[in-house]
């Protein structure tokens, strides 16, 4: 493979790079540490990376709108909390009424964030950057500052996440049933494939009858629903709910997505980028606790790669723009 030829690979179809990237990744740090590599060690890779990969799926949708959610991570945080709360009163109830409970309470909070982008017409960082404070302080109001412990918490709430189903934990089915529903619905519904269209050219998408406002409602309620069902495997699986829970981790979030492919100009991006861009992530995280090194690494390395992604992005639209307008010069003569 020539020097452009691996350029080409890297700005035009991210997917098969990170997949590369990744599979470098697990050879090198197998070398350094060789049970890294095994089947439980990759599979817990997989369980600890099945929270980001779904919120980042939900945080695509918003930002192929040209869109941005900052309250993702206050949403899990409150929603986590509530349901905590909820269980520590009502031990007796099924865990279903629990997820059933937190997927309602995430709609709620998502659909807040949709009223004031797409009804009022709020630019989204706006509106979301007040809700992650509002958010957040709710935490508070709720449980008084007090945490939820695990002895608080009855063991079907705390138990569900990590119990298995044919050698693999629930939390990993559960992002095994998500991202496959998203995938679908982005390439296989009118109202997935519209988002391309909102985010890449809104003007156009309004003059061909795409109800921009239903879809940009839609998508921020979806994303604080998937959130909302986060919030429970989160506090479930560590089997503790505090006031900061996943603090800063919508910035996390943004990283898979731009990782991913994701334009945060929107109308770009795909599921498999992003999931790939999240389990990237995910190695780098697992990996730097066995390599020795301080995971404060985790952060530069992340914005490395951040910064390296949105040089490709650039370049990949600079270059698509180009042809296009070579392309326009050719049919015009």
Known sequence: MTASDLRALLTRRREPALALLIVV?????????????????????????????MLACAEMLVILTRGIDLSLAANVAFTGM?????????????VVAY?????????????????????????????????????????????????????????????????????????????????????LFMNHTKAGRSLYAIGGNPQAARY?????????????????????????????RFAVAYTEIAIGFELVVIAACVIGGVSIAGGVGTIPGVVLGALFLGLIANAL???????????????????IAVVLNSRSHKRQGKLIVRRDEATAS
């Open 99 to 183: 997820i059933v409970s937190a997927l309602l309470i995430g709609l709620v909070l998502g659909a807040f964030n949709g009223f004031f982008v797409a009804i009022i017409g709020i630019p989204p960082i706006v509106v979301t950057l007040g809700t992650l404070s509002m958010f957040r302080g709710l935490v508070f109001v709720i449980s008084g500052g007090e945490w939820v412990n695990r002895h608080e918490m009855p063991d079907i709430y705390q138990m569900f996440p990590m119990e298995t189903f044919l050698g693999l934990p629930h939390l990993l089915w559960v992002a095994v049933t998500v991202i496959p529903m998203f995938w």
């Open 208 to 236: 061909v009858g795409i109800p921009i406002e239903a879809r940009l409602f839609m998508v921020y309620a979806i994303a604080g629903m998937i959130a909302g069902l986060c919030g429970y495997l989160w506090t479930a």
């Open 25 to 53: 990744l697990v050879v090198l740090i197998g070398i350094r540490a060789p049970f890294f590599v095994s089947i439980d060690s990759l599979s817990g890779v997989l369980t600890d990376t099945s929270i980001l990969m």
């Open 82 to 94: 509530a349901v905590a709360l909820l269980s520590m009163s009502y031990p007796e109830l099924p």
């Open 289 to 307: 606790p066995v390599m020795g090194w301080s995971p404060f690494w985790k952060q530069a390395i992340s914005g490395a790669v951040i910064l």
